[in-house]
RNA sequence: GCCCUCGUAGCUCAGGGGAUAGAGCGUCCGCCUCCGGAGCGGAAGGUCGAAGGUUCGAAUCCUUUCGAGGGCACCA
């Protein structure tokens, strides 16, 4: 029995005591149960009568009461007991929670897939980086942490499309071209420009590309410079994110957005909707209806569209591919965008609560200092991974929440790899596969199974942690937080070591090959099947061997 | 000035109304004659920034306050 059906099981006594007249309560859709800290307190616990009990206007031990009543009775659970206020502790019969070892095993790569968000049509934007030079540490956690929102949403069911946002379009780029156009004729580096060391290097790319780009005049030249430097670049950062094991779909153009028109057409659009207002010379668009601080500027006075009004475009154009939930992944540093890509949606007709919704995420901080790719001095996210790793950089950064401040120490990562948990969970995998090899080589085989063997305590909690993976997997969705997987791994690769140290799957020196040994190579194998879901879903290799 | 996020063990961080607040690293004590010791078992370490409030119950929700980071353009 597996978390969920005993939580479906809960359910059914409650409407059935709602049925019987006993109770007198709505019926929640779903029952939380949790595993109790203490094992006296059994295999399962729910405070649902605890919630429920006042709406029910009773007392709350009484509300439990008519519950374990009823569950005691429910298929494989052998006892239900109240505790304190009004806990139900449950205890399930020996080989009920058994048999999930071999339905993992079965379901394969499948196992931890579920319905949470079937349904749902969702645009998750991440990354996002301008093209005017490579992607820095900043760009990393969300190239790690999107990719994994991206991973598990489809895994609920969710149809997913991954989007990254080219800024092509405005005056940052002309300070680009013009900046690897000084650097072809030994210029210094314009003012505001940007002189990281990179920029030579797409220089040489652009005389590589255009061998006679020196002697034209500057006029010529730079639209030549600026697309074939655009071109190089974003050549560079897709194989970088392609290094780093993030995938998108779409790669979209904000200067294609301006040149189909599509920016005068939202313009209109929102005209139409009654939220433009003329002043002064611009257009603006009335976010304050909608809960911002200050209407925006669409159009300016000199007739040229502000980067506002292509986000405005961009949305529209999202929402017309028909994404019902535009997710976007934005930096601290943009949490001012908010309110006004809420108008934007609430301006196009949109309920602001459901169809966009933007994660903010706390930036990395490393030893201290905010690095700018402005300044020169920044640390390339293709370093990173070439450096640590692209496993171990994933892993670590997609095991806290986006809100959660970090500070990375690249010594620290540098110089002693075992502080990254990413080795405890893969070695937990290499370890189960070692564990496996070794005994098929001693005969034991995946033949028989038999649930009511594993009745270790070691085997109780493992049954546990492998139970909570799927409902684990839809939190991780529904709250687009892939870290609780990461988390869940971690207690799953110590439910696995403490089982390993206690349980054999294969006998000792020249023993016989029985019944629990084959049995116990099913729990084993289905631990590495849910170990390597939970890696996949984070963007990390789950290796054969270390 | 206004707004957002965050203050939890020595360090990096989970937990976001329920039972004795957790993990990794670090420190200390045990465990390889048998499937991987990158492991296991145990110990020490906490007024959950502070003060009020709501509740049967608060690290969690509300208010105030202190501290850290970020944001408040007809820039992109």
């Known amino acids: 029995m597996t978390p969920e059906e005993l939580s479906t099981a809960i359910s059914a006594c409650l409407r059935d005591a709602v049925a019987a007249g006993q109770i007198s309560v709505d019926v929640p859709e779903s029952v939380r149960v949790e595993r109790p800290k203490s094992r006296d307190h059994g295999d399962w616990a729910t405070n649902i009568a605890l919630q429920l009990g006042k709406k029910a206007s009773m007392n709350p031990r009484d509300f439990a009461q008519v519950l374990a009543t009823r569950l005691a009775d429910a298929d494989g659970v052998a006892k239900v007991e109240i505790a304190g206020p009004g806990f139900l502790n449950i205890t399930l019969e020996a080989g009920a929670a058994g048999e999930l070892a071999r339905s993992i095993v079965e379901a394969g790569a499948a196992y931890g897939t579920n319905e949470a ?308 969970v893969q070695y937990a995998h290499a370890r189960s596969r070692a564990a496996s090899r070794n005994a098929v080589e001693k005969g034991v085989e995946r033949t028989d199974f038999d649930a009511t063997l594993l009745t270790h305590e070691t085997e109780n909690d493992l049954l546990a942690a492998l139970g909570q993976f799927p409902s684990v997997v839809a939190q991780a969705a529904t709250h687009r937080e892939p870290h609780r997987v990461a988390r869940h791994l971690e207690l799953l690769a110590g439910a696995y070591h403490s089982w390993y140290a206690a349980c054999r799957v294969t006998p000792v020196g020249d023993g016989t090959v029985e019944p629990i040994h084959r049995t116990r190579l099913w729990l084993n194998d289905a631990t590495t099947q849910v170990l390597a879901n939970g890696l996949d879903l984070l963007g990390v290799s789950a290796p054969e061997k270390m």
Do not use: C
């Open 117 to 424: 968000l079937v349904g749902h049509e969702i645009n998750m934007e991440f990354v996002s980086a301008n093209p005017t030079g490579p992607l820095h540490i900043g760009h990393t956690r969300w190239a790690a942490l999107g990719d994994s929102i991206a991973r598990v949403l489809k895994a609920s069911g969710a149809n997913v499309t991954s989007e990254y946002y080219i800024n092509d379009a405005g005056n940052q780029m002309n300070i680009f071209a013009l900046s690897v156009y000084n650097r072809l004729h030994g210029l210094p580096v314009p003012e505001g420009g940007y002189p990281g060391g990179y920029i030579k290097e797409l220089a040489d790319a652009v005389a590589d590309a255009h061998p006679d780009i020196r002697n034209l005049t500057a006029e010529a030249a730079l639209p030549i410079v600026r697309h074939a430097a655009y071109v190089a670049q974003m050549a560079d950062i897709k194989e970088t994110l392609n290094d780093f094991g993030v995938e998108f779909d779409v790669f979209f153009s904000e200067q294609e957005l301006h040149a189909g028109g599509a920016v005068e057409d939202a313009v209109a659009r929102l005209r139409e909707q009654g939220h433009i207002d003329d002043t002064d010379g611009a257009v603006w668009l009335r976010t304050t209806d909608f809960g911002d601080d200050k209407d925006r500027v669409l159009i300016r006075a000199n007739g040229e569209p502000t980067y506002f009004a292509a986000d405005a475009a961009y949305y529209l154009s999202k929402k017309d591919r028909g994404f019902t939930e535009k997710i976007y992944l934005l930096g601290a540093d943009h949490h001012g965008y908010v309110n006004r890509l809420k108008a934007i949606a609430a301006a196009a007709g949109d309920d602001p609560k459901v169809n966009i919704e933007v994660l903010i995420g706390q930036l990395i901080s490393v030893n201290g200092a905010r690095l700018s790719k402005r300044a020169g001095n920044i640390i390339e996210l293709r370093d990173l991974v070439n450096w640590l790793g692209a496993d171990a950089l994933r892993y670590s950064l997609g095991r806290y929440p986006a809100d959660s401040p970090m500070t990375i120490d690249p010594e620290l990562l540098k110089k002693n790899t075992n502080d990254n948990p990413v080795f405890y």
